[in-house]
């Protein structure tokens, strides 16, 4: 079986760091309002940038337990 440092802490840098400066830019756009919420299309499109990074998250997260156990 693979070790950590090959499995799962690539997993945790890409998803950790990464979504520091995903979720650290969010807080940029909400706070300088790049996104006016009273808009439909502005709240679909925040939906979709939050959903597609939870999205490949979880995807990844289960390639990666499928491969270690199965």
Do not use: E
């Not at 006016?36 to 597609?52: A, I, P, Q, S």
Request: aromatic share 30%; charged share 15%.
């Amino acid at each position: 079986m693979p070790s950590f440092s090959h499995s799962w802490l690539p997993f945790i840098y890409l998803y950790g760091f990464g979504g520091l400066f995903f979720f650290f830019g969010m807080y940029i756009i909400h706070k300088t309002k790049g996104l006016d919420l009273r808009l439909k299309r502005n709240k679909w499109w925040r939906k979709v940038l939050y959903f597609g990074y939870f999205y490949f998250l979880i995807i990844h997260a289960i390639l990666i337990i499928a491969a270690l156990y199965w």
